[in-house]
C-alpha cells in the first residue's frame, strides 16, 4: 500500500525549532517530486518547500526562506523539514506529499501542484505559540 506520513509536530515557543518527519512506503521517494504544505486556520493550504526526485533541487516560499530547510534521506525513504525561528504566523497542519511529475521538473512547480498531488499524508499540527 501507498502511504506518507507525518510526524514530529506539537508545541513550540516563538524562537524556537522543530524537525518534522515524513515517511512514505509503498513507493520510492527519491523518484518523486516531494513537499511540504501547511494549512493555517481559516486559510487555503499552501505550498512551503518541495524538492524534486533525482537531484533533489529544493524550493522555498518566501516566508520561511532562510528559516526552514528541506531534506531527503534516500536510504529511510523518508523527506525531512527542519523550522527555525519559527513564529505565530507558522502555525499550521503540515502535510507532505508527492507527485509523479513528468516533465516537470523544477521543485517550484511541484509546490505549485497542490491540486495535483499523487499522495497526501494526513498531516500533524504545528503550534507556534507562548
Known amino acids: 500500500q501507498v502511504q506518507l506520513v507525518e510526524s514530529g509536530g506539537g508545541l513550540v515557543q516563538p524562537g524556537g525549532s522543530l524537525r518534522l518527519s515524513c515517511a512514505a512506503s509503498?513507493?520510492?521517494?527519491?523518484?518523486?517530486?516531494t513537499g511540504w504544505f501547511r494549512q493555517a486556520p481559516g486559510k487555503e493550504r499552501e505550498g512551503v518547500s518541495c524538492?524534486?526526485?533525482?537531484?533533489?533541487?529544493?524550493y522555498y516560499s518566501d516566508s520561511v526562506k532562510g528559516r526552514f530547510t528541506i531534506s531527503r534521506d534516500n536510504a529511510k525513504n523518508t523527506i525531512y523539514l527542519q523550522m527555525s525561528s519559527l513564529t505565530p504566523e507558522d502555525t499550521a497542519v503540515y502535510y507532505c506529499?508527492?507527485?509523479?511529475?513528468?516533465?516537470?521538473?523544477?521543485?517550484?512547480?511541484?509546490?505549485?501542484?497542490?491540486?495535483?498531488?499523487?499522495?497526501w499524508g494526513e498531516g500533524t499540527l504545528v503550534t507556534v505559540s507562548s
Open positions: 509503498g513507493f520510492t521517494l527519491r523518484y518523486y517530486g
Open positions: 506529499a508527492a507527485v509523479w511529475t513528468g516533465g516537470i521538473r523544477s521543485a517550484s512547480g511541484v509546490c505549485e501542484m497542490t491540486d495535483s498531488m499523487d499522495y
Open positions: 524538492i524534486t526526485g533525482g537531484d533533489g533541487t529544493s
